[in-house]
């Protein structure tokens, strides 16, 4: 990715210790960090050039930052690329050291190139290193790239081909004992099985995958595989549901799936796999999707607007075109049904850029049934709308019938038919009787427009069917049921438990979004945070990011609070990302104001004729560690500056981030602070809420006063002060807002 003009620096590791260009420590986990920091210890002691190569390369395979590893990959490319020309200074040995290196390095060009979505490209790769390795006689890396290229096979529909390069990879491992390798090959058929239907073999391939990946401590492998096993069991839930099974066998495979699809979740996570994170909280929201429960229905869509918020920070297309597709199905559910062919619309764009028939053809089924169901709504006029409603279904419904062959292809399973088929194929090549050939197209035509009157016919005469059972089932039902109030009790308790559940597990997403307290300590050094949520989720959030010396923080307030104020939280907090990271913003009046932009231009997609007011109130600050100068900006909301035990409030803008018919750029407000201030930002939560001794809210001047008593204490104890006091001031009464205070010490 190309930066062009920026507007700030950022302050990068040296590049004569680390090799690399732009990298900051401090945006790497601490797995990563932990891995450079020995590895280049150990770099800068080593005098021999391809063991100092090896080291670097070993970063490369165990990083997991893709944003870092890639660096270091070209720093091997071009190191042993300028090695390579001097051939007549390095003896045979060497060379061929060097050579397993390079082709690693090209191996992993490759995989980017497929990140990107440049299949021609990643192929192109993925040969050139095999042609090395087999030049060397890498029998390890022969088999990386032979899984490789069978990957692209496998991706593209071309399962024959992707079965004999995975079968072609596996025999090697098998024969070098390269567990990891071996691993690798039966995750991969497991894949294949799993795609054409033989769910039992698949399961098998998978689990000796899975024992193998324990057996080396590959966590990235044990996810993956842990992940393909719940996709299994997802799969059996599927046909469970499909023949009405018995609710509790449904139940049962539900919660066997979910089981291997959140450990999957724990490891990536735990890890930093967000590649991983993003599979799984689609696989997840699958699981929760199959259901009828509006709860469920959206608990699947936040994990599905999760995920694709994810793939798109990652430039994964292939994920996000699986994110979109998903969103689409659950509009459908909805009945939006305008945002749902939107959706679809995007999804089969990627697909088919990326040539992968599988997506094709779900979004394009899609896009069918949504152009039927439209179509269907106008069946009393007749009119150029119907008429293009229906050819976009057929169309649609054609390119769904060619990948569906594609992906299924009977050609796959028995050799013997691939054989007769292939046969009969060069067998016509070889008619020259132009009007045979006529007669046969035209035959063929007739054929598969009966075909398809045929399958709308029965399609229809079951639908009806379906129906009439459906209608004298309900009668059935409702003339022997007697509803006491023992059951309806016991089923809003589970409905009571089901939403519970479903809050609980957003609560977990939204707090994937906050900065980790040791981040916030790691950054402002001496400082407290208190973040109280009324409900499960809240509408207020803290926020963090480090451009170089200056660290910018916010406490923030959205619109409502529970379930509503946290989506809109999840839409502001994206906001402020982006005024950051792609518009690379730096002073806090910039940033509201490109803010309340994205805030805006995001609500208004609703397309509603009056498009969703929504909003936050904000104190941002930007704190310059090294020049201690502190900038602010804020809407409704101010902060406080304690210094020399006196309290000092500058107010933000009385306007908010959000639609305002009155709006003005923020005003931006620069402080010079001195060794010993205190600067406060806060939300209104803890200022109205109602307590202790007449029911009357805490109010900010009582506020000032109570920081400014404490400010005397260490940071530690001050937080410690902010809860006690608003407990005790709470008392019995409920809580009416969610409460976000941070305090900096400089």
């Known amino acids: ?72 990959n070209d720093w091997v490319y071009h190191a042993v690329d300028k090695k390579l020309k001097n051939t007549s200074e390095i003896n045979e040995n060497t060379k061929k050291a060097l050579l397993k290196f390079y082709a690693g390095s090209i191996n992993n060009k490759g995989y980017l190139a497929g990140k990107k979505g440049d299949v021609g490209k990643q192929k192109k790769f993925y040969n050139e290193s095999l042609e ?170 936040v994990n599905y607007k999760a995920s694709l918020l994810i793939n ?8 996000v075109s699986q994110s979109l597709s998903r969103i689409s199905n659950i509009m459908i559910k909805r009945g939006e049904i305008e945002k749902a062919r939107e959706y679809a619309a995007k999804a089969l764009e990627i697909a088919q850029e990326m040539g992968y028939p599988k997506d094709i053809y779900s979004s394009a089924k899609r896009l069918s049934d949504i152009a039927k169901e439209e179509a269907l709504s106008l069946f009393t006029t007749s009119s150029p709308k119907k008429a293009a409603l229906w050819r976009e ?11 569906k062959d594609s992906v299924n292809n009977e050609k796959t399973k028995k050799a013997a038919i691939r054989t007769q088929a292939k046969y009969e194929y060069e067998k016509k090549k070889m008619i020259n009787d132009a009007n045979h050939e006529k007669e046969l ?20 005469f079951l639908l009806v069917l379906l129906l009439l059972f459906s209608v004298f089932s309900r009668l059935k039902i409702t003339k022997k049921q007697k509803l006491k109030i023992k059951d309806a009790h016991d089923k809003l308790e589970e409905k009571n438990h089901e939403i519970t559940e479903s809050i609980t597990y957003a609560e977990r997403i939204q707090r994937a979004i906050l900065p980790p307290e040791k981040e916030l300590f790691d950054s402002l050094k001496d400082c407290f945070v208190f973040y109280k949520p009324k409900d499960i989720v809240a509408g207020d959030f803290y926020w963090l990011q480090n451009i170089g010396d200056i660290v910018l923080y916010a406490t923030a307030d959205c619109t409502g609070h529970g379930v509503p104020g946290a989506m809109v939280s999840v839409v502001c907090h994206n906001a402020l990302n982006r005024a950051v990271r792609e518009y690379n913003l730096l002073e806090p009046g910039s940033i509201l104001d490109k803010t309340t932009e994205i805030v805006i231009e995001t609500f208004e997609r609703s397309g ?100 400014l008593s404490i400010s005397v204490y260490s940071m530690d104890k001050q937080r410690e002060s902010v809860e006690n006091n608003f407990d005790e001031w709470k008392g019995d009464l409920f809580q009416i807002d969610d409460v976000c205070v941070i305090g900096v010490k400089v």
């Open 1 to 72: 990715m190309l930066f062009v003009a920026p507007l700030f620096s950022q302050k990068f590791a040296n590049k004569e210790y680390y090799l690399i260009d732009s990298l900051v420590l401090d945006d790497l986990s601490k797995n990563d960090y932990q891995l450079i920091d020995s590895i280049l210890k150990k770099y800068h002691k080593t005098t021999e050039d391809t063991s100092k190569i090896e080291l670097v390369s070993f970063i490369i395979e165990e990083c997991w930052d893709d944003n870092v590893w890639p660096k270091y």
């Open 132 to 301: 090395i390795q087999k030049k060397i006689g890498d029998e390890q890396g022969i088999a990386t790239s032979l899984n490789n290229i069978g990957f692209i096979y496998y991706k593209q529909g071309d399962i024959l081909n992707g079965l004999d390069y995975f079968t072609r990879s596996l025999k090697i491992r098998e024969k070098t004992g390269e567990k990891k390798g071996v691993a690798q090959g039966l995750n991969n058929i497991g894949d294949i099985y799993y795609t054409q239907g033989d769910v039992e073999k698949a399961l098998d391939c998978h689990k000796k995958s899975l024992r193998l990946w324990r057996e080396i401590n590959n966590k990235r492998g044990e996810g993956t595989s842990l992940n393909n096993i719940g996709t299994i069991y997802n799969d059996q839930l599927n046909e469970l549901i499909k023949v009405k099974a018995d609710s509790q066998d449904i139940s049962q495979k539900r919660e066997l799936a979910l089981s291997y699809f959140n450990e999957s979740l724990k490891i990536r996570e735990v890890n930093g796999n967000r590649r991983g994170v993003a599979v799984s909280l689609i696989n997840i929201g699958a699981v929760y999707e199959k259901t009828q429960d509006v709860a469920f229905i959206n608990k699947a869509l």
């Open 312 to 319: 798109e920070e990652l430039g994964n297309k292939y994920g």
């Open 393 to 403: 279904a057929y169309e649609m419904q054609e390119l769904f019938i060619q990948m």
């Open 441 to 460: 197209a035209i035959k063929k035509k007739e054929n598969e427009k009966q075909k398809i009157l045929t399958i709308t016919s029965i399609g229809g």
């Open 608 to 707: 509603e004729d009056k498009y969703i007011r929504d909003g936050m109130d904000i104190a941002l600050c930007a704190l310059n560690l090294k020049t201690k100068e502190l900038q602010f900006a804020g809407d409704n909301n101010p902060f406080y500056l304690v210094r020399n035990g006196e309290l000092i409030e500058t107010k933000g803008d009385k306007q908010p981030i959000g639609s305002y018919a009155k709006s003005k750029p923020f005003t931006n407000h620069k402080v010079k602070l001195a060794e010993g201030d205190l600067v406060y930002t806060f939300s209104d939560g803890y200022a109205d809420q109602f307590g202790w001794p007449k029911g009357k809210k805490f109010m900010y001047k009582q506020f000032k006063e109570f920081l």
